[in-house]
């Protein structure tokens, strides 16, 4: 999963933006925005949060800078333990040429002890877009840990998981939905990105563009139904 890895794997898979979203940190998001310069990939900053209800989180940032200002918010939150790499595995920070140039000591596997309204407030300061992650899975899921989606909190979209139908049939709040309904590779090996993905309608790939498609203005929209049709038909 190194950047030039990543980079050439979007482009193969016809990708035109991705997201990178590490859990609990954002320390090689440059590194993959710079082994995809001078190509037609887009990457847009982000990360992965773990709240203190056992709920992931897909936090996105405009730039760089404020990913990583989110970042140490989140560290602050996390445990004070420093990872073991023989029981999680090393956590590198690698430049765009897949050169290790450190290793964060953070406890990144684990929960920070921030809640989701605290981590919606955080990431809405910084101008970002936040949305919980896989909602139909058994585990780190904020439907499951909550038995709902928070209507007071404002979310820019829901995930799912599984192909559209059956997460409906599943959840059938979801054919009325005011949410943007997405779906993502969530890969965390190579082979696996860009395996599920969402078209999202818009004028340029920017993040200004994502999130008025989030949010429905001026035209711009999300779609699963073309993808949804050729994995059914699979």
Not at 6 to 35: E, G, W
Not at 171 to 189: E, K, P
Not at 191 to 206: D, I, N, R, V
């Amino acid at each position: 999963m190194g950047p030039r890895d990543i980079v050439a794997k979007a482009l193969a898979r016809n990708l035109d933006m991705i997201a990178i979203t590490d859990h609990n940190s954002a320390q090689n998001v440059s590194s993959v925005i710079d082994a995809a310069k001078d190509t037609a990939l887009t990457v847009i900053p982000g990360m992965e949060v773990h709240s203190r209800e056992e709920a992931h989180l897909i936090c996105l940032f405009e730039t760089v800078e404020k990913a990583l200002n989110f970042q140490d918010i989140v560290y602050d939150h996390l445990p004070k333990e420093e990872n073991d790499p023989e029981w999680f595995g090393p956590q590198y920070i690698v430049d765009a040429d897949e050169n290790i140039i450190g290793e964060c000591k953070k406890l990144l596997a684990m929960p920070t002890d921030l809640h989701v309204q605290e981590l919606v407030n955080f990431v809405i300061d910084l101008g970002g877009i936040i949305y919980p992650a896989h909602i139909d899975r058994q585990s780190n899921s904020l439907l499951r840990v909550l038995g709902f989606i928070p209507t007071n909190i404002p979310f820019d979209a829901v995930e799912i998981a599984q192909p559209y139908e059956k997460a409906v049939a599943q959840y059938g709040f979801l054919q009325n939905t005011s949410y943007s309904i997405l779906r993502s590779s969530d890969a965390h090996m190579i082979e696996h990105l860009g395996e599920k993905s969402t078209f999202y309608y818009l004028q340029a790939p920017t993040f200004d563009e994502l999130r008025k498609a989030l949010n429905k203005e001026n035209g711009r929209r999300t779609s699963l139904a073309i993808l949804e049709e050729s994995e059914l038909g699979s």
